[in-house]
C-alpha cells in the first residue's frame, strides 16, 4: 500500500492504533465504553441539576446566586467524573484473564 496509503488510512480512520500488539485492542474497549458510560452519567448529572433548579426558579424558591453556584457545582462534578478516566490501567483484561486462568490451574 506504501506510506501514502498509511497516512490516507490514518487519516480517515476514527480510531488507529499505533502499535503491533493486537491485545491493546482489549484495553481500547475496556476505555472507549468506560469513557460511553462516564460521557453519559455526566450528561445526566449536568442536565438533572439544570431541571431541578429550573422547577426551582419557576416555583420562586431558587435565587439567581443559587442557580449559579449549582452550575459551577455541576460543572466541578462532571470535571471530576471526567478525571476518573485518568486512573485507567492498561492491560486490566488481560490480567485478569490471567487470574482466572491461574485460578483454574490450582
Known amino acids: 500500500m506504501g506510506a501514502a496509503g498509511a497516512d ?8 488507529a492504533l499505533m502499535d503491533d500488539d ?9 476505555l472507549s465504553r ?4 462516564i460521557l453519559m452519567q455526566n450528561i445526566v448529572i ?3 441539576i439544570k431541571a431541578v433548579f429550573l422547577v426551582l426558579a419557576l416555583t420562586g ?24 478516566l485518568l486512573h485507567h490501567r492498561h492491560g486490566t483484561l488481560e490480567s485478569s484473564l490471567n487470574r482466572s486462568t491461574q485460578s483454574k490451574e490450582i
Open 61 to 84: 424558591q431558587a435565587t439567581l446566586w443559587m442557580a449559579v453556584f449549582a452550575d459551577m457545582g455541576a460543572s466541578l462534578l462532571v470535571v471530576f467524573n471526567g478525571l476518573r
Open 46 to 48: 449536568a442536565l438533572g
Open 22 to 30: 493486537l491485545s491493546k485492542f482489549a484495553d481500547f474497549l475496556t
Open 34 to 37: 468506560r469513557t460511553s458510560r
Open 8 to 15: 490516507t488510512a490514518l487519516d480517515t480512520a476514527d480510531v
